[in-house]
């Protein structure tokens, strides 16, 4: 890195300098570390060795980290460039000039649908070197990776923001403003306006921190080296601004427009009311708890999304479901596009992604019938039709048959006819499968069932597996799970944290 940070001697434009010296920082962005913060391991650490090394690349690394690094890295790198200064070491000539950056505009350049922003912020060095940053903000595709809480809870629902998935840099400030113009003003599909400054900030520090909360963003290759740039920009918009929040959907509101869906002249062709009416039910869930609030936006990208991804991975459809959902879909799309004012062209071009996406959805969607599993085995382990959690329930209570005696009492019981999601059933198939065991291990055993059943944290069945994945055999990762929670108490922040260190563990043998 501090190879790489001899570059900076070179240039002589504090913008090349601070790009530079994001790259660098940009090179560990987004990984981890089997013990502490990566910022911390590599970062901070970073400072200390350019201290070290005394040579005026070292002193335009610590320039460069001082504006850009987080805040700890900030403060050791200037007081240690402040030495190397003290000792004679020559500064790069863009020293004086790096940090020193006013806002000038924002504008936003956004499709119909709502599915990306590319925010636009200008900026220049007192009136010099013009430059503008674009931030593509992603709003259709970060509720697939967030994790989502009660659907219907007020408190808690994030704010309809998305997520940052690239960005770049252009010197180009004017050709750029006059194509995004252009662009909204020649096509249906797409809008051009000016942002206020401070709800731009507003908006870009909580797309930020969603990115960077995510394990494995699905960003663009190139972003962890803008990634320390883009954070400096953002913070120097000024502050105050509000993000938009969205409509509370209740369970009643929910129903209410289920309601009015099915008594619409689109939803008259339906042959299947009650399909339908499952079926509408998941897209108005789906579009509040994985679209930030949003049941009547309609794209092609989320109707695919919603098709393809969300439920073959998340909802256990019936046969007749399985045939209704697509054209309950696109009878969704002409009524709620019509309700929120999509351009025809946008609803034509919705309607013609659902339909290539249907031909793909029947082999997308794998009942589990199709895997020999049986029907009424899979029907106890998902009462909910949470189709994610059959795995992790089957891991939890696999033995879900036979018959056994409980311990201290008369006659048999039959596996079978156990609920796996009552606490008195679950606890007796935990008995079953422990033979002999005291009270207390039942109860840390019906513990982590528990939350295994319900898949909290997420990290505990992600743990879980890779547990599996290097060899370790089922009763000895329940036992390490069992572990994990007894040291980690009430702490949520600490049990991620154990069980972070726990999937990094070598394989036995």
Known sequence: MLHHARELLAVRSPLDAELIVSEILGSWWGHRVPDGDVEEVIGEALVDYAGARRTPAALALLTG????????????AERAALELMAGGVARPGWADHVGMVEPEGCFVSRDVYGDQDSIVCTYTYGGTERHALVILVDRAKAGAVQPSGDPFAPAGRPPAIGMVRDAWVSSRVDTLLDHCRREGRDNPLMRFEELDARDTKALLQSALDLTDDIDDPPVNENFGSYHAFV???????????RLPQPPVYGRDRRATMAARFLASDEAEGLSDLSAASRCVD????????????????????????????????????SPTEQEAV???????????????????EGIRATLDALWDATAKFAEAYRDPAAFGLDPGLV??????????????????????????????????INLSKLDPADPDDRRAILEFEHPGADEA??????????????????????????????GYERHEILHRLIGVLDRSGEDADALREALRVLRHEPPPG
Not at 66 to 76: D, E
Not at 234 to 239: M, R
Not at 382 to 409: I, M, N, Q, V, Y
């Open 441 to 470: 291990h039942l109860d840390a055993h019906e513990r982590l069932a528990e939350r295994l059943w319900d898949g909290r944290p997420t990290q505990l069945w992600t743990t879980a597996q890779a547990l599996l994945d290097v």
């Open 282 to 317: 998941r897209i108005i869930d789906y579009g509040c708890a994985h679209d930030f609030g949003r049941p009547l936006r309609v794209s092609p990208v989320k109707c695919e999304m919603f098709l393809l991804d969300w439920l073959p991975r998340k909802i256990l459809l």
């Open 65 to 76: 980290m001082a504006y850009m690094g987080t805040p700890r890295q900030a403060a050791k």
């Open 326 to 344: 697509p054209h309950v879909l696109a009878a969704w799309v002409r009524w709620a596009g019509k309700r929120t004012g999509l351009p025809e």
């Open 231 to 241: 954070r400096a920009r953002v913070d120097i918009l000024p502050p105050g601004g």
């Open 379 to 412: 029907a106890r382990l998902l009462p909910d039709g949470d189709l994610e959690a059959l795995p992790r329930r089957a891991f939890a209570l696999p033995f879900l048959s036979g018959t056994h005696r409980r311990s201290g009492r008369h006659g048999f």
